[in-house]
C-alpha cells in the first residue's frame, strides 16, 4: 500500500511562487504514475498536472502551462509542484495521487485513474 503526503502548501502573495512535494512510503514511487489535483471551495476537484513513472512525460491543464512544473525524484520517492506566478483563483487544497502501471508513458487527467491519494495541502493566494 502506497501512502502519500504533501507538503509544502501555505499564504503567499499574488505573484509569489510555491514547491509542493508529495512524498510516498510503503512503496517505492518507480512504477507508479502520478498527478495533482486541486478543489476550490465550493467547486469539484480538478485536474492540474501528471508525469509518467519515470517523469519523461508530462501533462498540465492548459490555464497551468507555464505557470507550474511537475517533476519526480524517484530516488527520493518524491513528486513535486513548482507553482510560480501565483494568483487569487490558484487558491485550493493541492493533492497529490499515485497509481501503479506497466507503461513508461502512462498519465491520466481523470482521478479515477489513480487508487492512491493524499490529505491535501492548503494553498491560499492572496491578493
Known amino acids: 500500500q502506497v501512502q502519500l503526503v504533501e507538503s509544502g502548501g501555505g499564504l503567499v502573495q499574488d505573484g509569489g511562487s510555491l514547491r509542493l512535494s508529495c512524498a510516498a512510503s510503503g512503496r517505492t514511487l518507480s512504477m507508479y504514475h502520478m498527478g495533482w489535483f486541486r478543489q476550490a471551495p465550493g467547486k469539484e476537484r480538478e485536474f492540474v498536472a501528471a508525469?509518467?513513472?519515470?517523469?519523461?512525460?508530462?501533462d498540465y491543464v492548459d490555464y497551468v502551462k507555464g505557470q507550474f512544473t511537475i517533476s519526480r525524484d524517484n530516488t527520493k520517492n518524491t513528486m513535486y509542484l513548482q507553482m510560480n506566478s501565483l494568483k487569487p483563483e490558484d487558491t485550493a487544497v493541492y493533492y497529490c495521487a499515485a497509481d501503479r502501471t506497466i507503461s513508461i508513458s502512462r498519465t491520466t487527467r481523470f482521478a479515477r485513474g489513480y487508487e492512491h491519494w493524499g490529505q491535501g495541502t492548503q494553498v491560499t493566494v492572496s491578493s
Open positions: 508525469i509518467s513513472w519515470n517523469g519523461g512525460y508530462t
